[in-house]
């Protein structure tokens, strides 16, 4: 079992930054590809990055980049020029396999609770 937390969502203005972060606690967390999704109002949830057990980054999308600190259990996804399109809730994920990398939501084993990312113009 794996828990998922993540932190660092808010309201912020168009062409803003934010850094996201994601807490892993329970079984060892070298053991899953990481990834996180978006899922805005009407829309689809979609893959927005993923990293491999090893920081291998298999999926990025335009301005953001993902990141992880296998010492500390957390995954990040900085994201920089925010755009208004970018307002969602983002969503840590893990699977449990090596690479990763997939956008199917229903291979990720674990997921978090979501945080809210609001990007005003």
């Known amino acids: 079992q794996v828990q998922l937390v993540e932190s660092g969502g808010g309201l912020v203005q168009a062409g803003g930054s934010l850094r996201l972060s994601c807490a892993a606690s329970?079984?060892?967390?070298?053991?899953?590809?990481m990834a996180w999704f978006r899922q805005a109002p009407g829309k689809e949830r979609e893959l927005v990055a993923s990293i491999s057990y090893n920081s291998r980054i298999t999926y990025v999308k335009g301005r953001f980049t993902i990141s992880r600190d296998n010492a500390k259990n957390m995954v990040y996804l900085q994201m920089n020029t925010l755009k208004p399109e970018d307002t969602a809730v983002y969503y840590c994920?893990?699977?449990?396999?090596?690479?990763?990398?997939?956008?199917?939501?229903?291979?990720?084993?674990?997921w978090g609770q979501g945080t809210q990312v609001t990007v005003s113009s």
């Open positions: 994920a893990a699977q449990m396999t090596y690479q990763g990398g997939s956008s199917r939501g229903d291979d990720y084993n674990y």
């Open positions: 329970g079984r060892a967390f070298t053991n899953y590809a």
